[in-house]
């Protein structure tokens, strides 16, 4: 099984490939280095790999390398995403963090993928999103929360199985850039941000939309617990 995750920057995508790195005697490529293609890895194990959007490469040339048997596109709000990303040096690495949006849109609007998995469902723990990975054919269950597998032993357990990831670990791939701060459902909450919302729906008009209706569904159900 090879499955793919294709992601935003600061999306929360390399600690949901860490999550989906529980699996065990999994091989986890938490973060493709944004310079090269996600790898033909050639391992008898499981693989699950993610890379983040650019303009050097599409998600098209990430599937041609990895071929993998299914395709993930981890989505999360883009306010929250532009305003975490800003403030990183990689923002305009690689291409410009507008044309970085601009790319994502497109290639969200373009479909081709098996599953859009959400940030928020992920985090929030939301009714559904353990079947949904489930139903790629990637076992997941609810212990791999709690992230019992750390980051050292996925390290040493790739290095052993793929002399690529071996002699590219720190160089081709790494770990991306997980918080200590485990996974709380408050990551999940609406950012009041207008200005970069008004931003972003320029860059992302697609995506956005698609956000709105989210939140507005989101609102509807709050409301109908709350009476």
């Known amino acids: 099984m090879r499955l793919l995750i294709y992601a935003m920057q600061s ?20 973060d493709v280095w944004s310079r090269g293609v996600t790898p033909p890895i050639e391992t008898a194990f499981p693989v699950v790999a ?11 040339d990430h599937i041609a390398s990895f071929v993998p048997d299914r395709k993930i596109l981890f989505v999360r709000d883009p306010v929250a995403v532009y305003a975490s990303l800003i403030h990183y ?24 993928y098996d599953a859009i998995v ?5 985090v929030a723990r939301a009714p559904g999103f353990l079947r949904q990975i489930n139903a790629l054919g990637w076992p997941c269950d609810a212990t791999f929360y709690a992230m019992p597998r750390s980051i ?14 071996a002699q590219h670990n720190g160089d081709g791939w790494g770990v991306g ?6 996974i709380r459902r408050e990551f999940a909450e609406r950012l009041d941000l207008p200005q970069v919302a008004e931003k972003v729906a320029a860059l992302s008009p697609n995506l956005c939309r698609d956000y709105q209706a989210f ?3 989101a609102s509807s159900l709050r409301s109908i617990g709350a009476e």
């Open 89 to 112: 040096p990689y923002a305009n690495r690689f291409g410009a963090i507008e044309d970085k949006f601009a790319r994502f849109d497109a290639e969200f609007a373009g479909g081709g």
């Open 152 to 165: 050292a032993a996925i390290q040493r357990f790739n290095d052993a199985a793929s002399p690529w990831l």
């Open 11 to 30: 999306s929360g995508a390399s600690t949901f490939c860490y999550f989906l790195g529980q699996r065990p005697d999994s091989v986890a490529v938490i």
């Open 177 to 182: 850039n997980i918080k200590d701060a485990g």
């Open 118 to 122: 959400r940030y928020e469902d992920f």
């Open 50 to 60: 993610k890379a983040t959007v650019n303009m050097i490469l599409t998600a098209a």
């Open 215 to 217: 939140w507005s569904a």
